[in-house]
C-alpha cells in the first residue's frame, strides 16, 4: 500500500509540475510575441519594414500553443492515459518544429536587421519599456541565467535601476524565481519523483 500510494503521489506531482512549467513557459512565449508586435515591429518600421512573415509566425503559433496549452490541462490529476501523453507529445512536437522555425528566422533575419539599421543606444529605450511591463516572474526568467554579476551590471546600465532596489526587490526575485521554477522543473525532466521547494531565507517579492 505504501508502495501504490508513493507512486500515485508521484504522478500527481509529476502532472501538476508539468502543468505549472507549461503555464509559466506559454506566459513566456505569449509576452515575447506581445512585446515584438507593439514595441519591436513598430520601432523597426521606423527605418525597415519587418518581413511579413515573422508577424504571421505569431498567428500560426498562437494556434499551436493553444492545442499545446489543452493537452497539458488535460492531465488529471492521478491518472492520465496513454492517449493523453501521446495527444500531449504530439502538440508538443508541433509546437516544437513551429517555434524553432520561427526562433531561427527571428536570429537570422530579426536580429541582422535590427543591428544593422540601428545602434544599442537606439534600442535601449524599448529595451527599457519591454523590462518595465514585465511580471517579477519575467523578470526572474530573463536575469536568472546572467548570473548576479551580469544581471547587476545590466541593471545598473540599461536599466538604470538604483542599487538599494536591485537588493531588495529583484534580486531576491530572481533567486526566489530559481528556487521555485527552475529548480522544480530540472527535478521533473531528471525523473524525481518529487521536489521540496526550499524555504525562502527571506525576501520582499512575488514572483507571480
Given at each position: ?21 507549461s ?29 511579413p ?25 492521478s ?26 528566422e ?76 527552475t ?24 514572483i507571480?
Amino acid at each position: 500500500m505504501l508502495s501504490l500510494a508513493a507512486r500515485l503521489h508521484a504522478r500527481v506531482w509529476h502532472a501538476t509540475q508539468t502543468q505549472s512549467c507549461s503555464n509559466l513557459s506559454l506566459h513566456h512565449v505569449h509576452f515575447h510575441h506581445e512585446n515584438e508586435e507593439k514595441l519591436v515591429f513598430p520601432f523597426l518600421t521606423t527605418k525597415v519594414a519587418p518581413p511579413p512573415k515573422m508577424s504571421a509566425d505569431h498567428v500560426s503559433l498562437a494556434t499551436v500553443l493553444e492545442l499545446l496549452d489543452k493537452a497539458f490541462k488535460a492531465l488529471q490529476a492521478s491518472v492520465y492515459s496513454q492517449s493523453e501523453l501521446e495527444a500531449l507529445s504530439a502538440s508538443f512536437e508541433a509546437m516544437e518544429k513551429d517555434m524553432c522555425d520561427h526562433l531561427k528566422e527571428e536570429e537570422d533575419v530579426g536580429l541582422p536587421l535590427l543591428r544593422h539599421h540601428f545602434t544599442l543606444k537606439e534600442f535601449k529605450p524599448v529595451e527599457k519599456k519591454i523590462v518595465e511591463s514585465a511580471p517579477p516572474s519575467e523578470f526572474g526568467w530573463v536575469a536568472r541565467p546572467m548570473g548576479e554579476a551580469k544581471a547587476k551590471l545590466w541593471m545598473t546600465e540599461t536599466l538604470k535601476v538604483p542599487g538599494l532596489v536591485q537588493s531588495m526587490l529583484l534580486l531576491p526575485a530572481v533567486r526566489k524565481y530559481a528556487r521555485e521554477v527552475t529548480k522544480p522543473f530540472d527535478a521533473l525532466l531528471a525523473g524525481a519523483k518529487e521536489y521540496v521547494v526550499e524555504p525562502p531565507p527571506g525576501c520582499a517579492c512575488s514572483i507571480m
